[in-house]
Every structure is written in structure tokens, then in C-alpha cells.
């Protein structure tokens, strides 16, 4: 008699999230009960948020979340259906208009969240016999994206992590006359680190490459006045499609893709989860708009970004912390031990401090490390807070 699988097996045999509470330091999905932007009420207690992506502070902005209960007012508080259809309302026309025009494109295309905004572009684009050449360190969703496309006929390739030189030989071994497309993130998730933009310019040139640019974690921190990688190296007209979420700087929920005006009108009329996907909400455009203008008339708060994570940078190196190279809101610091980071993480809840852990598998081996990131509304005192606790625990676990 054949024994039949049961697709739940690995289900009911996945049992370490059990184990880890049950040492009580378990570090994922704690409720939030309210949040002032860097200060955050867990279980009726108040922590420091050190781990969030809000890097302007804007979530808690009373001019965006009087924006938001507005547009509810007037809209309700959804489209109740796709751009494609009955979706799409004058809010989403004006934000792709001032979002083209920020980031000094022709065209912008909205999705409803920015892990649908890969898979919107990767696939419509990179179609059979097709490449899409991605960076090994690219956020899931990227990888998700190329994937989808591989279900399409298309080749998905890897290069290691920022390295130029691993990118041109792969680039090698594609065939002439083959589109392909280069995508990386502009500001990489886990460790705060530069993409080597301008060598893989040259690099796109030489072998007839586009280029498609995630960034997320970019928008709001570096290039001028906020405006991103490709302006942080005055790269903007070669830098083909840049695409980002509304989840981090602008305070929201979504995601957009920017670009030439046919390449966007192609996405737009082509890709299934903006067809098949409801529209972004009233209230999280109309967020977006009021932070754009935020943005763009207060650029101090980019400036107080900047010196915040300097300071956390410096102050935590100072104490003998080894940190992921960055120069930009993300502050990681390499604990290099999987159940040593979950200990470091609930030592510093304990004390009053949220931070994100990263483990396996989302980094490598000996690369577990304590995500930091700052805001602009960040205070003094709060950043003491956390470079004390970090060196207090820190002493008392020999990670310095």
C-alpha cells in the first residue's frame, strides 16, 4: 500500500518558535499597543523604537494622520477595486504626478504594497529567453519577483553582494542579443550599505543591460533632498526605473515604481498584481502626499537623521561594537551567534530598548546581528538609552 504525504507534516514538525518562547526570548511579532514615533508601549510598558523604518518620524505626524482621516471623510476608507477598474481616484493621478516629478522621471505607477511593486515590474518585464541579474543581498521581494519571472521562461541569475567585478562575469555569460535587466537594492535592508552605483552604470552600458533600483530604505536619507540613490551620485537619467515602498520615509502603506513614460505605460497595462490587486487605500495616499510635502519644504529633518545615526554609530563603535558598514539610517551590529542574538535582544527589551534581531536564515552563518535604525524625531537622551544598554549587555554576554 503507497503511503500518502500529508502537505501539513512540515507544519506540525516545525516546532523551534515553540521551543524559543518557551525560553522566553523570543523576538518576533510583539503587538504594539501605541506609538509616539520613537517611543513605543508594549504590554503597558514604554520602550525606545530602534528598530523601525519611520526614519522622518511621520507616522506620528498630526499633519499626516489629519491627511489620512480626511481622505477617509471624503473617499471612505477603501476604492473597493483595482487601478485597472473602479479603483483608481484622483489621489492616485496627483501622487504619481508629484512623485514623477520628484524623482525627475517622466511617469510613476502606484501599487498597493511595495512587495507587490516588484512583482508588478520583474516579471512584466523580463519575459522568455530573458535575464534578470539580481544582487545575492536584495530584499526578499525582489528575489520573489525574480522567480515569478523564471515561471515565465525567463533566467534568473545571482552576483555576489555589491561586488562589481562578480557582476561583470556574469554578465559575461549572457548571450549578446538576450535582455536583461540588473536589479539591486539603492540602500541594502540588512546592513545600511551603498549599492556601487556608478560602476554598475558602466557596467549596464558596456553589455546592454537596464537597470531597476529598489530604493526603500534610501528615499528620505541620502541624494538630494532626499531623493535616493541614483541622486545621491547624480546618476538620475541613468538609472532606468527606481522603485520604493511608502512603508519607511513617507509614512504609509505602498509602492511605486518611477520610469520613462512608454516602459511605464507597458507595466501599468501588463502587470497582475496591479490589475488583479485592489487600489492603495484613500488614507494612505493622501498620507503620502502630505509627507512628500513634508519632505520637500523641511529638509532639517533629513539633517537630524543623519547626525542621529552618526551619533549611534560612533558611540557604538566606541565601545567596541562591530557594525555592518553603513553611512546611512541603518545601524547593524554583529552579535555572530544565533541564540547569543535572541538573549541580546530580549536583555535589551527587558531594559527598554526594541531593536530587530536578524538569525538564520535571513543572514549568514556567523553574521547574526542586532538591526538598529533611527528617525529624525529621535532625542539625545534616547539614543544615550540605547548605546548604555547596548554596552551594559554587551559586556555581560563577551560580545566586546
Known amino acids: 500500500m503507497k503511503t500518502r504525504k500529508d502537505i501539513f507534516k512540515k507544519c506540525y514538525d516545525f516546532t523551534l518558535a515553540d521551543e524559543i518562547k518557551a525560553l522566553g526570548i523570543y523576538p518576533f511579532f510583539h503587538p504594539i499597543e501605541e506609538t509616539e514615533g520613537p517611543v513605543v508601549s508594549f504590554a503597558g510598558r514604554k520602550l525606545i523604537m530602534a528598530g523601525s523604518n519611520n526614519y522622518l518620524g511621520l507616522t506620528a505626524d498630526e499633519r499626516v494622520k489629519e491627511a489620512s482621516i480626511n481622505a477617509i471623510r471624503k473617499y471612505g476608507t477603501s476604492c473597493s477595486g483595482s487601478r485597472y477598474m473602479t479603483g483608481t481616484v484622483n489621489l492616485h493621478i496627483e501622487l504619481e504626478e508629484k512623485l514623477a516629478e520628484f524623482f525627475e522621471k517622466e511617469r510613476c505607477l502606484l501599487f498597493s504594497t511595495g512587495y507587490q511593486t516588484g512583482q508588478g515590474v520583474i516579471p512584466t518585464l523580463v519575459q522568455r529567453g530573458e535575464y534578470v541579474v539580481c544582487d545575492k543581498d536584495n530584499h526578499a521581494s525582489l528575489v520573489a519577483a525574480s522567480i515569478m519571472a523564471v515561471g515565465q521562461s525567463a533566467k534568473f541569475v545571482r552576483y555576489s553582494h555589491n561586488s562589481m567585478e562578480d557582476l561583470e562575469r ?34 549596464a552600458k558596456e553589455y546592454g543591460a537596464r537597470i531597476l533600483l529598489d530604493d526603500a530604505h534610501a528615499v528620505g536619507v541620502i541624494g538630494r533632498d532626499g531623493r535616493g540613490t541614483p541622486s545621491e551620485f547624480n546618476l538620475v537619467d541613468q538609472v532606468d526605473l527606481m522603485m520604493g515602498t511608502f512603508s519607511k520615509t513617507f509614512g504609509s502603506l505602498g509602492g511605486y515604481v518611477v520610469g ?17 490587486s485592489a487600489s492603495p487605500t484613500p488614507a494612505s495616499v493622501a498620507a503620502v502626499l502630505t509627507t512628500l510635502e513634508i519632505l520637500k519644504s523641511e529638509p532639517e529633518l533629513i539633517e537630524r537623521l543623519i547626525v542621529n545615526t552618526d551619533y549611534i554609530r560612533q558611540g557604538l563603535a566606541a565601545e567596541g561594537f562591530r557594525l555592518m558598514p553603513s553611512r546611512t539610517a541603518i545601524v547593524s551590529v554583529i552579535i555572530g551567534d544565533q ?38 524625531t529621535h532625542e539625545k537622551e534616547h539614543l544615550d538609552k540605547v548605546i548604555t544598554e547596548f554596552s551594559t549587555i554587551g559586556k555581560e554576554l563577551d560580545v566586546i
Do not use: C
Open 339 to 376: 541564540m547569543k542574538t535572541m538573549v541580546f535582544w530580549k536583555r535589551l527589551f527587558d531594559a527598554g530598548v526594541y531593536v530587530n534581531a536578524f538569525i538564520r536564515p535571513g543572514v549568514m552563518p556567523g553574521h547574526e546581528a542586532l538591526r538598529t535604525s533611527f528617525m529624525a
Open 260 to 276: 520613462e513614460r512608454d516602459v511605464i505605460d507597458f507595466i501599468k497595462h501588463n502587470a497582475s498584481s496591479l490589475i488583479f
Open 170 to 203: 556574469v554578465l559575461q555569460t549572457i548571450p549578446d542579443d538576450a535582455g536583461k535587466l540588473i536589479v539591486a537594492d539603492g540602500v541594502f535592508s540588512v546592513s545600511g550599505e551603498i549599492v556601487e552605483l556608478p560602476r554598475l552604470v558602466e557596467l
